[in-house]
């Protein structure tokens, strides 16, 4: 923004001057772009290159709300937003959701264990998760649900609020190699973790938990505003 009005101080002639400075004041009056995400998506993926991509090619305001799935869809539904990036298939029939990128759910924990694990010894471990409502815990019980484990069968479990506190409640447990600390988590929240060996990865033999994250708007936008976003986010998934 500093640059254009750069360029519209070095205008010579003074009716071009005046139309550029109007032009560019109604530019500036321009409704700010709403972009819903949740957690990971808005905290790990959207930082940096995508963010200044999405600013770009939008060339205007983006005001950034970052929540869970189902208060993102909730405020699509209710013209709150004007697109918004989802981890968990969290759906309405007034919001359209078109798939975006792939997503894996890993273990992880602060000592290293085994790349993969028998879902037996995984029982042995004690479970941080979110809480029952939580999107991402719903997802993970899926997981668990097609793979035969309980909840109630691992040594231990303790439930907390967000991803941000399971990230942290394992990197600072107690070192335990008979009983280690685990939670199951988007390996994109942990890359910096895993990078400086703070924590380390596993996963379950023989069994994937991939997902796709999701872009998703309410089904009557005016797609002239939120075109071109979808169009940036899509390149980066390609």
Request: aromatic letters at 8%.
């Amino acid at each position: 923004m500093q640059e254009q009005w750069k360029k519209i101080k070095r205008i010579n002639n003074p009716l071009l001057y005046i139309i550029e400075v109007k032009t560019m004041k109604t530019t500036l009056k321009i409704d700010p772009f709403k972009l819903g995400t949740t957690y990971i998506i808005g905290s790990y993926i959207l930082p940096g290159e995508l963010n200044e991509n999405l600013n770009i090619a939008n060339n205007s305001q983006i005001n950034l709300h970052i929540s869970n799935c189902i208060e993102v869809v909730d405020k699509l539904k209710n013209r709150e937003l004007d697109l918004g990036m989802i981890e968990t298939p969290t759906f309405n029939e007034d919001v359209i959701a078109e798939e975006w990128i792939e997503d894996e759910m890993v273990i992880c924990s602060n000592i290293e264990l085994p790349p993969f694990i028998d879902k037996e010894e995984l029982l042995n471990y004690k479970l941080i998760c979110q809480k029952d409502t939580s999107p991402i815990s719903k997802l993970i019980h899926n997981f668990f649900k097609e793979f035969n484990i309980l909840h109630k069968n691992f040594y231990s479990i303790s439930k907390v609020g967000n991803t941000t506190a399971t990230i942290q409640s394992v990197r600072w447990a107690r070192p335990n190699i008979e009983h280690p600390t685990i939670t199951i988590v988007s390996s994109r929240a942990i890359e910096d973790e895993i990078a400086s060996r703070k924590l380390f990865v596993s996963r379950i033999k023989e069994h994937d938990m991939h997902h796709k994250f999701y872009i998703v708007y309410n089904k009557n936008v005016d797609m002239k505003k939120v075109e071109k976003i979808i169009k940036e986010l899509k390149k980066y998934s390609s």
